[in-house]
């Protein structure tokens, strides 16, 4: 079973909406800070957003990151979009910190989610 799975990458014009999920399975979720990763073209992966188990958060400009506990999903709205959002975004869960956010270093991440992508044009 693949633990954590995006989904809602897709192309957009520039100043368009859109949200991205990233469902869990129920025991990565429970205990988890949650990060959402960007790999835009030629650039290094970078963090773009996490949220705690107790939903502390943090987030670049214009993105916003929530959970659905009922869903075991969490969830990153992204608005005005830039063609600079363009890559590859990932879902990634930290396990070793009883939901504590430890910071953006994506090696502190044991869960990777396939990716989906989101392609903005101006």
């Known amino acids: 079973q693949v633990p954590l799975v995006e989904s809602g990458g897709g192309r957009v014009h520039a100043g368009e909406s859109l949200r991205l999920s990233c469902a869990a399975s129920g025991d990565i979720y429970s205990r988890s800070c949650m990060g959402w990763f960007r790999r835009a073209p030629g650039k290094e992966r970078e963090r773009v957003a996490s949220?705690?188990?107790i939903g502390g958060t943090t987030v670049k400009d214009r993105f916003t990151v929530s959970r659905d506990n009922a869903k075991n999903t969490w969830y990153l709205q992204m608005s005005d979009l830039k063609p600079e959002d363009t890559g590859i975004y990932y879902c990634a869960a930290d396990s070793r910190a009883a939901g504590q956010c430890r910071g953006g270093e994506a090696s502190l991440f044991q869960y990777w989610g396939p990716g989906t992508e989101v392609t903005v044009s101006s």
């Open positions: 949220i705690s188990g």
